[in-house]
């Protein structure tokens, strides 16, 4: 099928669901397909109702659509109780006041669109790595006294690391011949770093480490940037909200923000950047530093390694059980992004 058809496909589709939210008909002045995300399938609609992101809802990762739904939306309320300083998102409710649409089997969500902002798959100055840094410190300042008990559980091992040596390990188990062969190098590299990943998990049972609600995936393309200011305009992709180590966000950062080369370029030996990293510690602290115990900062500059080798561990995971997770465009695609985590944790070591 071509793209033109496919497209004709999916505005036959939008205007069924669009139809759900208004009462009177709604012209479609422009689609397109947004982000280079892993998860959700998701379009920018220029209407003459107004502009919105409208998210084909990935259900085989999420098991409902409407307990991540309610996170966003009590959390979103939260920030504008507190008067928080950027822009939340809002999602649609339909004339039935539902978060979402089902339609064939699949699962879509209607969320304003935010104008003149653009988001970023890789950090291009280090004014930059300090804005977004800064903007995720901010959010987790005005998320502070947001009551935990409140959230719906909706990934519950997502950053369980123990979890995931032993799913790495019984990937290891289960896997192909060829697949365990070809990933033998990428496991040993593993192998002799695990002992950092051991450190912290034992850590993050201590009560020294400060646990809140974080974000747990604020990559920089999770990240708005008013296109006309370059500041800040929003913290999106809220799905994966969740109480846990208010550092696993930081290291998060810390492995997106500093790669200086592509995810599934698997030749990049010097890929880390000290100048990111420094201006991330630096934004992130402007507003977190209050928040952080003696033993987080102990674990500050220790994280974006853990959290990189979790990454690592979690495409190659992902190879040696047969690409079920992360979408791939050829054959050892998660075991390049695998390699490609791993030179980044070893430039790391080398230069923190």
């Known amino acids: 099928m071509t793209y033109i058809a496919a497209m004709d496909i999916i505005l036959r589709d939008i205007k069924t669901i669009l139809a759900h939210y208004f009462d009177s008909p709604v012209s479609i002045e422009?689609?397109?397909?947004?982000?280079?995300?892993?998860?959700?399938?998701?379009?920018?609609?220029?209407?003459d109702k107004g502009a919105f992101i409208l998210q084909q809802f990935n259900s085989t990762i999420f098991s409902s659509i409407e307990e991540v739904n309610h996170n966003i939306t009590i959390l979103s309320h939260h920030l504008s109780q507190q008067q928080y300083p950027r822009h939340t998102l809002q999602i649609r409710q339909t004339l039935d006041k539902a978060t979402y649409v089902t339609k064939a089997d699949k699962n879509?969500?209607?969320?304003?669109?935010?104008?003149?902002?653009?988001?970023?798959?890789?950090?291009?100055?280090?004014?930059?790595?300090?804005?977004?840094?800064?903007?995720?410190?901010?959010?987790?300042?005005?998320?502070?006294?947001?009551?935990?008990?409140?959230?719906?559980?909706?990934?519950?091992?997502?950053?369980?690391?123990?979890w995931r040596i032993d799913q790495m390990n019984l990937a290891l188990k289960n896997s192909t011949s060829p697949r365990l062969k070809a990933s033998s190098k990428p496991r040993q590299l593993?192998?002799?770093?695990?002992?950092?990943?051991?450190?912290?998990?034992?850590?993050?049972?201590?009560?020294?480490?400060?646990?809140?609600?974080i974000h747990a995936d604020p990559k920089i393309s999770n990240i708005l940037f008013h296109k006309s200011t370059s500041e800040v305009a929003a913290v999106i992709d809220l799905d994966t909200i969740m109480s846990g180590p208010l550092l696993i966000d930081f290291g998060e950062m810390v492995r997106s923000y500093t790669n200086l080369s592509p995810e599934d370029e698997?030749?990049?030996?010097?890929?880390?950047?000290?100048?990111?990293?420094?201006?991330?510690?630096?934004?992130?602290?402007?507003?977190?530093?209050?928040?952080?115990?003696?033993?987080?900062?102990?674990?500050?500059?220790?994280?974006?390694?853990?959290?990189?080798?979790?990454?690592?561990?979690?495409?190659?995971?992902?190879?040696?059980?047969?690409?079920?997770?992360?979408?791939?465009?050829?054959?050892?695609?998660?075991?390049?992004?695998?390699?490609?985590?791993?030179?980044?944790?070893?430039?790391?070591?080398?230069?923190?």
Not at 320 to 331: I, K, V, W
């Open 190 to 213: 593993i192998d002799k770093h695990l002992h950092l990943l051991k450190a912290f998990i034992k850590a993050s049972k201590s009560s020294k480490l400060t646990t809140k609600i």
């Open 266 to 352: 698997a030749n990049n030996a010097k890929s880390f950047s000290s100048d990111y990293f420094h201006a991330a510690k630096e934004g992130f602290l402007r507003h977190v530093d209050p928040l952080l115990t003696q033993e987080d900062k102990v674990w500050l500059p220790e994280i974006g390694k853990v959290v990189t080798l979790v990454q690592a561990m979690r495409f190659l995971t992902d190879y040696l059980a047969g690409d079920m997770y992360y979408p791939t465009s050829y054959e050892d695609h998660n075991l390049d992004r695998a390699i490609n985590q791993l030179n980044l944790l070893r430039s790391m070591i080398n230069l923190i």
């Open 108 to 162: 879509y969500r209607l969320i304003d669109f935010i104008n003149d902002t653009i988001c970023f798959d890789t950090i291009k100055h280090t004014d930059q790595a300090f804005a977004a840094s800064s903007a995720i410190g901010e959010w987790h300042r005005y998320t502070a006294d947001f009551p935990h008990s409140e959230l719906k559980p909706v990934l519950p091992d997502f950053i369980n690391y123990q």
């Open 30 to 47: 422009g689609a397109e397909i947004l982000g280079s995300g892993y998860i959700h399938n998701t379009y920018k609609l220029t209407t």
